[in-house]
């Protein structure tokens, strides 16, 4: 089941996320998500009337996602990017894809032209799971990012709405 996340999901969510930050280069930031940090994402994504969402099975949160504006400005008010994070026993059974699926139609719904996502060069399964969604390669951005020590590619793949 796919739902708006509330603030009881907050340590489900950080035991998902903080894994990922702290032992993948899947994401580059490598500050750990607090359960307050959580519980103002969650409030602020809520205000602006996108919530982030969750996966859930079996009354247990199994993934998380949501999206922000791609960048600030009114310019940039119908391109939005996403991130999707699963449990690793959640991989491989269609709720990432049916997390994509429910932001792309909230997405659709307030009228955004596109669904970015930035991955990370040294994740080729969420390459090519962008990929097998229909998202289509924007630009590579060379050494953007950098964590343990190494400069790693973004990859901006689109998925237009």
């Not at 340590?11 to 959580?38: C, M, V, Y």
């Amino acid at each position: 089941m796919i739902r708006a996340a509330q603030e009881g999901d907050c340590a489900a969510i950080g035991a998902i996320w903080n894994p990922l930050i702290r032992d993948s280069a899947i994401t580059f930031t490598s500050q750990e998500k607090r359960p307050e940090e959580i519980a103002a994402l969650l409030a602020a994504r809520a205000e602006a009337g996108d919530p982030v969402l969750v996966a859930e099975v079996a009354g247990q949160v199994a993934g998380f996602g949501y999206y922000v504006q791609f960048r600030s400005g009114p310019g940039y008010a119908r391109s939005l990017e996403h991130s999707v994070h699963l449990a690793p026993s959640a991989r491989g059974r269609g709720l990432g894809r049916a997390l994509v699926a429910a932001l792309a139609d909230r997405a659709r719904a307030r009228q955004a032209h596109w669904l970015i996502g930035g991955i990370s060069g040294e994740n080729p399964g969420g390459l090519a799971f962008h990929r097998a969604l229909g998202f289509v390669p924007l630009a590579v951005l060379p050494e953007v990012g950098f964590k343990f020590g190494r400069y790693i590619d973004l990859h901006l793949l689109g998925l237009r709405l």
